[in-house]
């Protein structure tokens, strides 16, 4: 059985996470457009995903797993500068805590802000 997140991000045409959070940090932080707008759909999505994350990560450390996984990797890219995109993750407390696992491993690093 699919965990609530992979059922819920199991096609690759619905990816909120990747285009909510990413693409509103790249209209604010590189194109500097804080009100275009996309804005307002792009943090409900965001926020959606970030609560379906938040859900997953309560009783568990990492998105696969006992460990670190590319799964892990790949939404840490962007979730870990969300707030460059407007996204305020404190109401997500198993995000945050995973978001410190994530950082805090052996090779990992984060995006430069622009």
Do not use: C
Not at 84 to 90: K, L, N, T, V
Request: no cysteine; hydrophobic share 45%.
């Amino acid at each position: 059985m699919k965990s609530g997140f992979a059922r819920n991000n199991s096609s690759a045409s619905r990816r909120p996470h990747e285009t909510a959070i990413a693409v509103a940090r790249y209209l604010r932080a590189f194109l500097k457009k804080h009100d275009d707008p996309r804005l307002p759909e792009l943090q409900k999505r965001g926020y959606a995903a970030l609560g379906v994350m938040d859900r997953h990560l309560s009783d568990r450390a990492y998105f696969v797993g006992d460990a670190l996984s590319i799964a892990d990797l790949a939404l840490f890219a962007y979730t870990h500068k969300a707030d460059e995109g407007g996204f305020d993750i404190a109401p997500y407390p198993a995000v945050r805590a995973w978001l410190e696992r994530v950082a805090a491993a052996p090779g990992v690093s984060v995006m430069p802000s622009p």
